[in-house]
C-alpha cells in the first residue's frame, strides 16, 4: 500500500515513521508512506496556504490551489496499472464519518491513500466537492489539526496488512475486530504483590481456559460497552450468559 498524507506539519509524522512497525513495513516494502508539504506547492513569494473566509468569520481558511496542485502530483506519478479504483483520497475533519475498525478494514482493501490534513477553521469547500472521496473524524472531539487523526488511520490501517504483523492472529483477535472487547492478560510472575493470576490460566485445561475468557469478553464488553453486544454475533450458550448476567 502506498501512502501520501498532505499536511502542513510535516515534522508531526517522523514519530510515526520511526515506530517500529512503520519502518519495518517500510523496509519490507510493504507499505511506502511519503509526507508533503502543502505550502511546497505554493507558488507566491509567502507561500501562502490559507485566507480570510468569503462572507467573513473569524479564522482562516485553507486556499485549494496548493492541495489539488498536491494531490494531483502525487497522482500523476502512480504507475497507470494501479488505477484509480485502488486510491481513495481522504480528508481528516471532525466533520468526517466517524473512524471505527470497520473503516479502517474498508480502507485497509485501497492500493493508495492520500490523507490530507485539514487546518485552521477548515478547507475551502470546492477541495471537499472536487477532489477527496472521504471525509473520516476519529472520534466527537476537536484537534487543532488533522495530523494526529491521520497518524491513528495510518496506524490502525497499516496493522491489517498482510505481513505487517508478526502473528497474523493478534490482530483478528483485537479488541473490535471481533466486535467486543479482549479477555484479560496476565504474564509471569505468577503472585506479584500478592495479586495472584487466575486459577484457571495455570490448569493447562484449554477448554476451560478457552470458555473462562469467552466469558470475559463478554462481561467486560457487557460492563463498559453494552451496545457492542447488541451488534456482536453469538452463540445461543453466549447470549445466554448474557441473559443471566443482565439480571439484578
Ligand atoms: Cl480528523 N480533525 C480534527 N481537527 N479534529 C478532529 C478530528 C479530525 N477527528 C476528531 N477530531
Not at 515534522?11 to 511519503?34: C, H, N, P, T
Not at 471525509?135 to 491513528?152: K, N, T
Not at 490448569?203 to 469467552?214: E, L, T, Y
Amino acid at each position: 500500500m502506498r501512502i501520501d498524507i498532505l499536511t502542513l506539519f510535516p515534522q508531526a509524522f517522523q514519530a510515526l515513521v520511526s515506530f517500529g512497525i512503520f519502518q519495518r513495513s517500510i523496509d519490507r516494502k510493504l507499505i511506502s508512506i511519503d509526507i508533503h508539504n502543502i505550502r511546497d506547492y505554493t507558488h507566491d513569494k509567502h507561500h501562502t496556504v490559507d485566507d480570510y473566509a468569503y462572507g467573513g468569520g473569524a479564522g482562516m481558511v485553507l486556499k485549494p490551489e496548493p492541495i489539488f496542485e498536491a494531490a494531483e502530483s502525487i497522482k500523476s506519478d502512480i504507475p497507470l496499472e494501479e488505477g484509480d479504483g485502488g486510491l481513495a483520497i481522504i480528508l481528516l475533519t471532525p466533520q468526517g464519518r466517524l473512524f471505527s475498525q470497520q473503516v479502517a478494514l474498508e480502507l485497509s482493501r485501497y492500493s493508495h491513500l492520500i490523507l490530507i490534513c485539514g487546518h485552521y477553521e477548515g478547507v475551502d469547500e470546492r477541495v471537499r466537492e472536487h477532489l477527496i472521496t472521504d471525509e473520516i473524524s476519529i472520534g466527537d472531539y476537536v484537534l487543532s489539526g488533522g495530523e494526529l487523526a491521520a497518524m491513528v488511520v495510518v496506524d490502525a490501517v497499516v496493522r491489517l496488512l498482510p505481513g505487517v504483523l508478526g502473528s497474523e492472529a493478534s490482530a483478528l483477535d483485537d479488541s473490535h475486530t471481533t466486535g467486543l472487547l479482549e479477555y484479560p492478560q496476565y504474564t509471569r510472575p505468577e503472585v506479584y504483590r500478592g495479586w495472584t493470576v487466575p486459577e484457571v490460566l495455570l490448569s493447562g485445561d484449554h477448554a476451560r481456559i478457552a470458555r473462562w475468557r469467552r466469558e470475559q469478553v463478554i462481561m467486560r464488553t457487557l460492563e463498559r460497552r453494552p451496545e457492542l453486544l447488541d451488534r456482536a454475533s453469538l452463540s445461543l450458550e453466549e447470549k445466554q450468559l448474557v441473559s443471566r448476567l443482565k439480571q439484578p
